[in-house]
């Protein structure tokens, strides 16, 4: 069994993301009817998505491509950013200087938002609920997410040290590759 973490196409850069209502761009569309082509030979049984416009976009291409359903999942929504999401770049900069996710303390929560720590521990209660289910299916899935969402998860699975504070490098529609290994080692 193989499960794709999918990162959702481009979004308008200008505003910042979070739990924004912004769809994809003309370019995050292609990359989304990029990407579903490339998973029309991969057996997919099942897709699965974060709410958000961007994230459900991607996913309804590729359901469209695969003629599946997507399962929305408002648990992997990306980090909650509270006042901030969809605010333009330039007025974030004017309201909340230096404000940004990689500068919050592990308990600093967004204005209105989520801290480090609150995303990092839905997104941690969320995938030990997901993953079992997915075990129990034993067909290869689709997860459309985010780039925070996506972080969290290989730490978990590498078992490392979650940190905000880390360097991310997903690109739009990245996509990871997560197999199930022997039934006895009850692993990815």
């Known amino acids: 069994m193989i499960l794709y973490l999918v990162r959702h196409g481009k979004d308008d850069e200008t505003v910042r993301g979070g739990w924004s209502d912004q769809p994809l761009t003309a370019e995050g569309i292609c990359q989304a009817e990029a990407m579903s082509i490339t998973m029309t030979e991969r057996n997919i049984r099942h897709i699965y998505s974060s709410d958000l416009p961007r994230a459900m976009q991607t996913a309804e291409i590729l359901a469209e491509k695969l003629q599946l359903p997507v399962v929305p999942l408002n648990q992997f929504r990306e980090v909650n950013n509270g006042d901030l999401a969809g605010m ?10 230096g404000l940004f996710w990689n ?9 209105n938002g989520e801290s480090p720590k609150q995303f990092y521990e839905r997104i941690y209660a969320m995938w030990m609920i ?40 997903n690109s739009n529609h ?15």
């Open 174 to 188: 990245f996509t990871a590759l997560l197999s199930y290994t022997a039934p006895g080692q009850q692993r990815w």
């Open 103 to 111: 500068q919050l303390e592990w308990e600093q929560c967004y204005p």
């Open 130 to 169: 997901f993953s079992q289910k997915l075990l129990v299916k034993k067909e290869n899935a689709v997860l459309v997410t985010h780039g925070g969402v996506i972080h969290v998860i290989r730490s978990i699975l590498e078992n490392r040290l979650y940190s905000n504070q880390t360097k991310q490098r």
């Open 88 to 97: 333009k770049n330039e007025e974030a900069l004017v309201r909340y200087p």
